[in-house]
């Protein structure tokens, strides 16, 4: 049987050994919140595009409009991708953290299972982020489209 220094030494290493993955909740905890705002935004100004589709555009402006709101469809699925990547690495370090102290408290070997588990959120947060890069990549494309649409329209005036 352990003694009580020999429990708190135990629980001591078992806390050292948590602080990199809690450490990687709080980063990827922050990365939610961008990805949640930059959403949220998504999400109010399709709103504002919607109420003007309902009312009387000219064919131009409406179809615009219409390529708008599917570059803020395309733009809000890869931010729920991410989101929802994001999510999954953190219920994993959840698990690697919960899986660090069943196995000193049980005392099993629990290495396997808690490096699988690690390297299964490394690959979610690798997706996410893929996710965040490539809704990134279309809400600068549509930009430049816009200004290129734009210059032509000067170009004809």
Known sequence: MLTLSNQVSSVAQVIQLAVAPVFLLAGVGALLGVLANRLAR???????????????????ERAQTLA???????????????????VACELLVCLVVAAL???????????????????????????????FLREIALATSFIESIGRTAARADQET
């Open 42 to 60: 998504v999400i109010d100004r399709f709103h504002v595009l919607e109420k003007l589709l309902a009312g009387s555009l000219p064919a131009t």
């Open 68 to 86: 708008t709101i599917v570059s803020l469809s395309r733009r809000a699925r890869m931010i729920h991708w991410a989101i929802s990547l994001c």
């Open 101 to 131: 102290f069943i196995g000193a408290e049980m005392q099993i070997d629990l290495s396997r299972p808690i490096g699988a588990l690690f390297v299964a959120a490394m690959l979610a947060l690798i997706a996410g982020l893929t996710c």
